[in-house]
């Protein structure tokens, strides 16, 4: 740190995301990733030609994308904001419904992003709502809450999800504030709220196409609510980057929208790798939480959860570990792969049983 960092950030501890080493080859199940590739025609479309007009700034109305998701998600192109990444969306929305009057709560078990936007916006009183013992979230913690609310459904890292009518009671109740419903794994089997857009002017969703759409790397996230919550976000993107999509994925994400069947395979295929992957994880005695994410949550009562994962790591694997707070410290995240890859991790998994079991 330089003596010349404003003393606000002085005690701010950034995000820390999952490793990604670029030496090894690992069997990487660490950070939500698809282990598919993006549906054809991304790969297609960013050509030479493509790239050749890198040289012009990027649409900042980013138009075809959101003309292509109003489509698929059969909305008005007011209802859509996009992003670079959910990451950036979710800033804009801290930034813009925000502050020491408009107070925020989330989950104490979640996102880990909400407590640094918390912080970096100085939200000092921001409150995070204990889980349930079963790790789920207690929806009557948000009911009449009087904050805005941000809640990951299904929530990260537990896989668990919650029903439309609970979110839609937490909307209802708190008519004055925002509640913002990160749906970034909905995808692989979640209910989506965005019936309920059309009902009620305090609901934003967020989504991403990092997980569900296989393109992390591309940095593409959007939002989707009334049209006032949309001109709000809007006006945080244009007074901080207009140009915050690149032209290439920009197109990217216009290729993957458009990609249906591809989009609907790659699901299927997830979601029965998931199905398959926990029962082989309780056969060998793991306890798994029910997900409806692209991720297991998932300890063993013999294996401590730091042990489990260094002894994959040391075998090639890569799965998530969070030391705190204690109560999921003998959980790991595991990420679901390819059938291959989740047939190393089990295979790996039965070998430290054995050993350290
Ligand atoms: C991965 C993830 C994000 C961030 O996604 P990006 O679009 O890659 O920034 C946001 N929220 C949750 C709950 C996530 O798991």
């Given at each position: ?7 606000r ?39 030479e ?7 012009l ?5 980013v ?28 800033a804009?929305a801290f ?34 709502i204990?889980?349930k ?6 929806p ?18 537990t896989?668990l ?9 937490i ?6 504030y ?9 995808d692989?089997?979640g ?9 009620y ?12 759409r296989?393109?992390?790397g591309?940095?593409?996230g ?16 244009f ?5 915050n999509?690149?032209r ?79 109560s ?10 390819t ?7 089990l ?11």
């Open positions: 740190m330089s003596r010349f960092l404003s003393s950030f002085a005690d701010i501890e950034p995000y820390t995301p999952g490793e990604q080493p670029q030496d090894m080859q690992y069997v990487k199940l660490n950070t939500n990733e698809n282990p598919y590739p993006p549906a054809p025609g991304v790969i297609r479309l960013i050509n030609a493509q790239t050749s007009r890198l040289n700034y990027s649409d900042p109305t138009e075809p994308l959101i003309q292509e998701l109003a489509r698929f998600y059969k909305l008005r192109p007011g209802q859509i904001f996009a992003g670079n990444g959910s990451d950036e969306v979710l804009f930034l813009a419904f925000c502050d020491r009057e408009r107070k925020v709560c989330f989950p104490e078990i979640s996102y880990g992003f909400y407590k640094v936007f918390a912080r970096l916006f100085n939200l000092d009183d921001a409150r995070a204990p889980l013992a079963d790790f789920s979230i207690d009557e913690d948000y009911v009449n809450c009087g904050r805005n609310v941000v809640i990951a459904n299904p929530n990260a890292p896989g999800s919650l029903s439309v009518q609970q979110i839609e009671r909307v209802k109740t708190n008519p004055g925002v509640v913002i419903v990160d749906e970034a794994y909905v692989f089997g209910k989506s709220c965005l019936e309920l857009i059309e009902k002017d305090n609901l934003l969703i967020v989504r991403t196409f990092s997980k569900s296989s393109l992390a591309a940095r593409l959007f939002a989707m609510g009334a049209e006032g919550l949309i001109e709000d976000l809007n006006r945080m993107k007074s901080f980057n207009p140009y999509i690149n290439l994925t920009m197109l990217a994400g216009v290729e993957a929208v458009k990609d249906r069947t591809y989009f609907e395979d790659c699901l299927k295929k997830i979601i029965k790798t998931r199905e398959e992957s926990a029962l082989h994880l309780m056969e060998m005695g793991f306890e798994v939480l029910p997900s409806k994410a692209n991720f297991l949550f998932a300890r063993h009562p013999a294996l401590k959860g730091e042990a489990y994962y260094r002894a994959l790591k040391q075998r090639g694997v890569l799965v998530r570990h969070f030391a705190q707070p204690e999921i410290a003998n959980f790991v995240r595991i990420t679901i792969g059938p291959e890859q989740m047939e190393i991790l295979q790996k998994t039965r070998e430290i049983l054995h050993q350290e079991g």
